[in-house]
């Protein structure tokens, strides 16, 4: 958590901590051919230690927004009623609005990386939202804002692994390397899950990723449609997988920790792809009994069809959603200078894709699992 004392971190020129507005969070768009900014800020004060006494009223989450012809100039305009100083080292959470990732992000990442008050550990997102409702959403029990998932994306991917968070120099790094395609995860707001005393509540979810090349976006792809990419992605730690055969439900696991491997070959000027992914599997629920061997036949089955449907999705719209390119440009990158630099790579079929899984059971919890 943090306090006073660690708000002065890095604000030399800062004398009394009470005269600077801290800005929590910003968003960027563009908007009847004007840049948008908006800054969240919160009262620093409510964000308590464990040992201090809940607030027992919802907690303000103060927006402004400031337009302009350049983002500067919109910043500037954010500045007119501010009343006091902004401070923006920190900034944990950055927003981008789904017209400005359309157009392209390459001068706000040039101000974000060049002011020296932005970090790069700020996490990253888009959305197709209001931005202004997005920095509004409060999370539960009052709690300060700083308890969300704009500012606390890596506790959901803890739990579940669907969407992989992201900061702002994995973003850069993504965008500036060769052969990559930038994810960028996406913010919705959800009032169907939740309800404060039995009233709708308006909680930030994931609903999908933007994908970009190039600083613009070339494809926004809803979760739905990214089940296979979990099980391709290093950094998933662990995701449910129910295992079904025809109308039969056997079990629910948890799949975690995935070892990949992307491998590029040439033969005669032809590439052809090998994906290979080992998930060790936790047994949640036992519906209907069955084998262990079995159990995992099943659902490498599963994860390999998941894995080619959400390469399916991306194949038609064009994107390189599981980063073949790059594999390419590290594994032959003389053969890549020559055939591929400066051009847009032709992706493989579906069915030319060769995908191999191996699903290893490692534990079935409190109780034995029971065969057939």
């Given amino acids: 958590m943090l306090t006073c004392s660690l708000l002065l971190t890095g604000c ?9 507005h801290y800005v929590s969070a ?3 768009d563009y908007e009847d051919e004007q840049y948008v900014v908006y800054a969240q800020m919160i009262d620093f004060s409510s964000v308590t230690s464990p040992e201090s006494d809940k607030p027992t009223n919802k907690l303000p989450v103060y927006v402004g927004k400031g337009t302009g012809d350049t983002v500067a100039s919109a910043y500037n305009d954010l500045y007119n009623a501010s009343q006091l100083r ?16 359309k157009r392209g992000i390459g001068n706000i990442l040039d101000l974000l990386t060049r002011y020296h008050e932005f970090r790069y550990t700020a996490w990253v997102f888009g959305s197709r939202e209001s931005l202004e409702e997005v920095l509004s959403a409060s999370p539960f029990f009052n709690l300060s804002p700083i308890a969300s998932l704009l500012h606390q994306p890596q506790e959901l991917y803890k739990q579940k692994s669907i969407v992989a968070p992201k900061m702002l120099r994995e973003l850069v790094t993504d965008i500036r390397e060769p052969g990559r395609t930038a994810h960028l995860p996406s913010l919705g707001l959800d009032q169907s899950i939740w309800k404060t005393s039995m009233k709708p509540t308006d909680l930030l979810v994931y609903n999908g990723i933007f994908t970009l090349h190039s600083y613009e ?10 089940r296979g990419l979990r099980w391709l992605t290093p950094s998933t730690q662990r995701s449910p997988l129910t295992l079904r055969d025809g109308n039969n439900v056997y079990s629910d696991l948890s799949l975690r920790h995935p070892k990949v491997k992307i491998r590029a070959e040439i033969q005669d000027n032809k590439i052809t792809y090998r994906l290979q992914t080992k998930l060790k599997a936790n ?22 069809q998941e894995i080619l449907a959400t390469y399916q999705k991306a194949y038609e719209q064009g994107v390189d959603l599981f980063q073949l390119e790059h594999a390419l440009y590290v594994q032959h990158n003389r053969w890549w200078q020559e055939h591929i630099k400066g051009r847009k790579l032709v992706l493989p079929a579906p069915e030319e894709l060769n995908i191999e899984v191996d699903v290893n059971v490692s534990t079935s919890g409190k109780l034995k699992l029971q065969t057939k």
């Fill in 12 to 20: 030399w020129d800062i004398k009394d901590p009470q005269d600077v």
């Fill in 26 to 28: 910003v968003a960027f």
């Fill in 86 to 101: 902004t401070f923006h080292g920190h900034v944990g959470a950055i927003v981008f609005g789904e017209k400005l990732l």
């Fill in 217 to 226: 976006c070339n494809g926004f792809f809803p979760v739905d449609d990214l």
């Fill in 283 to 304: 047994v949640i629920e036992v519906i209907q009994p069955i084998d262990e061997r079995e159990m995992e036949e099943l659902a490498a089955e599963q994860v390999t």
